[in-house]
């Protein structure tokens, strides 16, 4: 069985480029009054840049601390360092902002989609494979009889489209994540003129099924029943390790049973 993420698997990195698009109609709309301020003040190329890179960060930072993830950030700070080069480097027009963050968009679009057809998962009788050929290459080997847990998961837009994550545990921890809730108090207060603190903090994890795209059957279509072919599977290797015992016992007992006939 071969498996690759959904069209819209990734749609966290979907939804930038499409919110740099609409950045771009919108700085295009707001033009004439920041032409305004740029014509009559010293300052209002400055401002504009900075209202500009506001608008380009403002959703990737959400976007990160809510996906755990630094490349809509990085891919944001990379257009705007661009940008704002061409302008004072290269005397493009500040009108010109634009259309330069619509066509980032629509490039972005085109990297994503590259970078989902380059995730591939393969199902064998013996092991899955997760393989991610995107600028890097990587690969991740899983054999039946080492994994643990196998756990299905589906988001709003997953359960209306039908698609969404398999994620393959094993007894290495691969697989899993751990949530952290923490709570700090402190206190402080002077005495003679010299400040005393004290601070008391606790935190408290919990060990959840997580991993990259790339070590987990990310965005598949009908993630419940590719979980369920994959126990199906391991079921039938379960018997394995035992199997495997009974051979290497049966070899011991064979070299011993020759060592004895030597000795005679």
């Not at 069209?7 to 700085?27: D, N």
């Not at 003040?41 to 890179?53: A, K, N, Q, Y």
């Not at 064979?254 to 004895?260: A, D, I, N, S, T």
């Amino acid at each position: 069985m071969v498996l690759r993420p959904h069209p819209l698997a990734f749609m966290r990195y979907i939804s930038i480029c499409i919110y740099y698009v609409l950045v771009g109609v919108a700085f295009h709309a707001l033009w004439g009054e920041l032409s305004k301020i740029a014509s009559v003040s010293v300052l209002g190329l400055p401002l504009t840049l900075v209202f500009w890179w506001g608008l380009l960060l403002a959703a990737p930072i959400v976007v990160g601390l809510f996906h755990i993830t630094f490349w809509p950030l990085l891919c944001s700070i990379g257009l705007g360092a661009l940008g704002t080069a061409l302008v004072l480097y290269r005397a493009m027009p500040l009108s010109s902002l634009s259309p330069f963050t619509i066509a980032g968009g629509i490039v972005g679009l085109l990297v994503v989609e590259a970078f989902r057809r380059g995730h591939r998962y393969y199902i064998t009788n013996m092991r899955i494979v997760m393989s991610k050929k995107f600028i890097t290459e990587s690969e991740r080997y899983v054999h039946f009889e080492d994994i643990t847990d196998v756990v299905p998961k589906k988001g709003i837009l997953g359960r209306i489209l039908n698609f969404g994550d398999v994620i393959i545990a094993t007894a290495s921890g691969v697989g899993t994540g751990v949530d952290l809730a923490g709570l700090g108090v402190s206190a402080g207060g002077e005495v003679k003129r010299v400040g005393l603190g004290v601070t008391i903090a606790g935190a408290k994890g919990v060990t959840v099924p997580r991993a990259r795209p790339h070590f987990q059957l990310f965005g598949v279509p009908r993630p419940e029943r590719v979980a369920h072919e994959i126990e199906r599977i391991r079921a039938s290797w379960r018997q394995v390790p035992y199997l495997r015992r009974i051979a290497r016992t049966a070899e011991e007992i064979r070299h011993m049973l020759e060592h004895k006939g030597e000795g005679f």
